[in-house]
């Protein structure tokens, strides 16, 4: 069970053998999983980030725009944010 959530604008997240760890700055997290790892998403201003649950890398930037969601595949997964162009997403593997 993994779970995520914003509190005065800084992200955490928790599983059900970890307290809560901060991920950083933002709003709007999004959290899936599949068998192989955790995917979060979330917005910094302008900017969509991303990084592994457990990971101890800085969030990278994946693009611009607002409504981040992710959704893990069997393999990989799937993030989406709009912006004014339109929907967007990118996907890994």
Request: aromatic share 10%; glycine share 10%.
């Amino acid at each position: 069970l993994n779970t995520i959530w914003q509190r005065k604008g800084e992200i955490y997240t928790s599983n059900s053998s970890l307290s809560e760890k901060k991920i950083g700055s933002g709003r709007s997290p999004s959290i899936s999983s599949n068998n192989q790892k955790t995917y979060i998403i979330f917005s910094q201003g302008e900017n969509i980030l991303t990084t592994n649950s457990g990971n101890s890398s800085t969030p990278i930037k994946i693009g611009t725009g607002f409504s981040p969601k992710v959704i893990a595949l069997k393999k990989g997964a799937v993030y989406f944010w709009a912006n004014l162009n339109g929907i967007n997403y990118k996907k890994v593997i």
